[in-house]
């Protein structure tokens, strides 16, 4: 029989403590997110609800029912000026890597985007992540830049790697 394929949809609170455990992961063995002290669910939930009040998408991937990862997208600089462009972040948890649930989130929340009228997309990733890097750049994020040794976490220097994706140009005379 065929793997089933994944699921993708809004979060939902009940969705929080998978997350939890997922964002927790990344925090204490991972390069992905530089934090190094692990949060709680109460965390979690202000980071949704401040996501809901944005008004900007965080999609949850089931697989056969489980949850299988999460993505969303933020504006990536607090400024009203930066307001056209957004910052995404993808995670999907272990046992379900390399089967197309990162391609399946990222998918939707770059439809999600353009529908918004979002005018660029930009992930920044540590440039060591191969993973990441090939998953944007099929979706046709470039590099556009390369900042070296600007995080530090597990007793070494990290670069990151910046990519964007920039949709349909937008009218000047728009807002
Ligand atoms: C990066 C990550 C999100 C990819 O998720 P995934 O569900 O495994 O990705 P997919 O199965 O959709 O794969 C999509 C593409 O990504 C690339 N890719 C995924 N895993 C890879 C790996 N281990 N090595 C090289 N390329 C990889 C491939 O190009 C792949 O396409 P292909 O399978 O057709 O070759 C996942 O590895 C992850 O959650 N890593 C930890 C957190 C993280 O790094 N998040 C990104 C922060 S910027």
Do not use: C
Not at 36 to 62: N, Q
Not at 96 to 116: F, N, T
Not at 143 to 164: A, C, N, S
């Amino acid at each position: 029989m065929a793997a089933e394929l994944p699921q993708v949809r809004d979060t939902e609170l009940t969705d929080l403590p998978a997350i939890l455990e997922l964002h927790n992961a990344a925090i204490a063995a991972g390069t992905a997110i530089w934090d190094t002290e692990p949060v709680d669910l109460a965390e979690r939930e202000r980071w949704l609800a401040e996501r809901r009040a944005a008004g900007t998408p965080v999609l949850t991937a089931t697989v056969a029912g489980r949850f299988a990862g999460y993505a969303g997208y933020r504006q990536w600089w607090p400024k009203a000026g930066y307001r056209h462009t957004m910052e995404n972040s993808v995670y999907v948890a272990a046992g379900h890597r390399r089967s197309g649930v990162a391609s399946a989130l990222l998918a939707e929340l770059l439809a999600r985007a353009r529908a918004s009228g979002v005018h660029a997309m930009v992930a920044a990733i540590e440039s060591g992540n191969v993973a990441s890097i090939a998953l944007h750049r099929n979706f046709g994020f470039q590099v556009v830049g390369e900042l070296p040794e600007v995080g530090r976490k597990f007793d070494r220097w990290l670069d990151l790697t910046l990519m964007q994706l920039t949709f349909e140009a937008r009218v000047a005379s728009e807002p």
